[in-house]
């Protein structure tokens, strides 16, 4: 497509930095449960400090290089893949002819926006899949306004969505006004509300005509106009991205997306089928001319981030098969349900080249599994961790403790369905009370009181619920833990990419934990100390002796 004026920059995701997240929680106090549930995702070594696991492996990698003579240099990057949203959206704007560019990483590419900033784009839009609260907006804004104060700033998605069910009036205002943008895009998906903003943005006296603009909040006189809600159903099979339109050099080996919008199910734990809508699937030559685009670009790792892959289920064996047929040889990584899954469909994951699953397990508990709604049996989970064990196929068991009805005999029995069903990575998080969950509307049902990270209920208080993930952590052997900030499930496909096999990052992962054992069980500092060097050390000598280093 020919280069036009600048309409808009997309900016996909900012990792605040973590120095600055911690001292953030910490701030909420050291035993709180919001910083209780960031300590299992860093560890804390004598002359480097907190540090993040991409830190310590980064560290790892440099100190196992330098031993031999090299650079020592930090390879990984968290996040370091094509943010899907914001490709989707730059796909779409230029479509329709508005010329946008992508910054993926604000924290990396500063200096490339601030070139962006120079052509005086019409607007820059921050997308907010990630995001709960608004310090990486307010930090963006504030860079865009010391580098372009004139430029006009748009957020949207989860974060502006999520203010808007919970504020009205001025306490809706003062939440939006607090990130410091201009214009606000409420609409689950919101591509076309924001291709609207670019065209009147970029039209002489088209800002007159803002009003006309369906799902845009901003501010005029000071006062928050709030625009008609406008549903939009934009068409997945239309919209496909083709990924041919993109410097492969911005891409790399490993990419993201989805071939559906939504989700099939209504777990109780969750609003996204509620924002999303109806389940919306796109098309078999829709996914093929889009894999299609990859494959010519050479890229290597494919990550489905559907919520219900696997669902339905005949359709999901045609897309294993329309790889196999392909011969694309990606590797790829999905969500997937074992409730909607039989031994064919291990057999076409396997051989069309899927490597690890992300399984929303929740609970190893029946009783909890009912109460969150969930479509599956531990049964079933049991069975598809097996049927996907014998296939070369990692599996992450994700699990919530502390939900409604929780007790500690159903906290036991999801440790023990982790320690029978051994799946290569697990994780379990404090269950977080948010509202507009089905769970929330059932408040008085369950004597839930509270909300976010601190609340309590019939059976068990947040407090309490820490305590228990505490010993799961320590306890459990059979599995290797995986922590959730600048890490998660999906960056094992982005290590695939780096050179490092699922089998090593595995071995890291024993490391990495054995290190954080020591933060949480509070091991005294001398003897604490000493541990440390000694995993650390032993971490080093297995990448001194893979003997082919990242660059």
């Keep these: 497509m020919e280069r036009r004026k600048l309409g808009c920059v997309v900016i996909g995701y900012n990792e605040t930095p973590f120095p600055e997240y911690e001292r953030l929680l910490h701030a909420c106090g050291e035993d709180s449960e919001a910083y209780r549930d960031l300590k299992f995702s860093f560890v804390d070594l004598p002359g480097a400090g907190k540090m993040t696991y991409v830190d310590l492996l980064n560290h790892a990698f440099s100190l196992a290089s330098s031993a031999r003579g090299g650079s020592g240099g930090a390879p990984f990057k968290s996040g370091d893949i094509p943010n899907l949203a914001a490709a989707y959206l730059t796909h779409y704007l230029r479509r329709r002819g508005i010329w946008a560019e992508t910054v993926n990483l604000f924290q990396y590419e500063k200096d490339r926006l601030r070139e962006l900033l120079a052509e005086r784009p019409l607007c820059v839009a921050i997308t907010t899949t990630f995001y709960v609260i608004n310090l990486p907006v307010t930090e963006m804004v504030q860079f865009i306004r010391e580098e372009s104060p004139d430029t006009p700033i748009v957020v949207g998605g989860p974060l502006v969505a999520n203010y808007a069910r919970s504020y009205q009036g001025e306490e809706l205002a003062a939440a939006l006004r607090e990130t410091g943008a201009d214009f606000f895009v409420h609409e689950s998906q919101g591509e076309a509300t924001l291709a609207a903003l670019v065209e009147c943005l970029g039209t002489a006296g088209g800002r007159d005509s803002l009003s006309s603009v369906p799902n845009l909040l901003y501010f005029e006189d000071g006062a928050l106009r709030i625009n008609s809600a406008v549903r939009e159903n934009n068409s997945l099979d239309e919209e496909m991205i083709d990924w041919t339109t993109f410097p492969a050099t911005e891409l790399g080996p490993t990419i993201q997306t989805r071939t559906a919008r939504s989700c099939a199910f209504s777990c109780a734990f969750c609003n996204y089928p509620t924002r999303a809508g109806g389940l919306s699937l796109a098309g078999l030559e829709t996914i093929e001319r889009e894999l299609d685009s990859m494959a010519r670009l050479g890229v290597k790792n494919v ?144 004597g839930i009181e509270g909300e976010g990270f601190v609340w309590n209920h019939q059976t068990m208080e947040s407090m309490e619920a820490m305590d228990h993930i505490d010993r799961m952590f320590l306890g459990i052997r059979e599995s290797e833990w995986l922590p959730q900030w600048s890490f998660d499930f999906w960056i094992i496909p982005y290590f695939l990419g780096k050179g490092i096999s699922i089998d090593r990052f595995k071995g890291l992962m024993s490391h990495a934990n054995r290190l954080l054992a020591l933060e949480i069980a509070a091991v005294p500092a001398r003897e604490k100390a000493t541990a440390q060097k000694q995993h650390l050390d032993a971490m080093v000598r297995m990448i001194q002796g893979w003997g082919d280093l990242p660059a």
């Design 303 to 446: 990550v489905f981030i559907d919520d219900t892959f696997n669902v339905p289920v005949n359709r999901f064996k045609e897309i294993c098969r329309l790889m196999i047929r392909k011969r694309y040889g990606f590797s790829w990584f999905s969500y997937f349900r074992c409730s909607n899954a039989d031994l064919e469909c291990a057999e076409l994951m396997a051989e069309s080249g899927c490597k690890g699953v992300f399984l929303g397990i929740e609970s190893g508990s029946p009783t909890i599994l009912k109460n969150m709604n969930k479509a599956a049996t531990i049964e079933k989970y049991a069975r598809g961790i097996a049927w996907l064990r014998e296939r070369g196929v990692a599996t992450f068991g994700s699990f919530i403790s502390g939900f409604p009805g929780e007790t500690a005999e159903t906290i036991e029995e999801t440790v023990d369905f982790i320690r029978e069903n051994r799946p290569d990575f697990f994780r379990s998080q404090l269950w977080y009370c948010e509202p507009g969950t089905p769970i929330f509307e059932q408040r008085d049902a369950y």
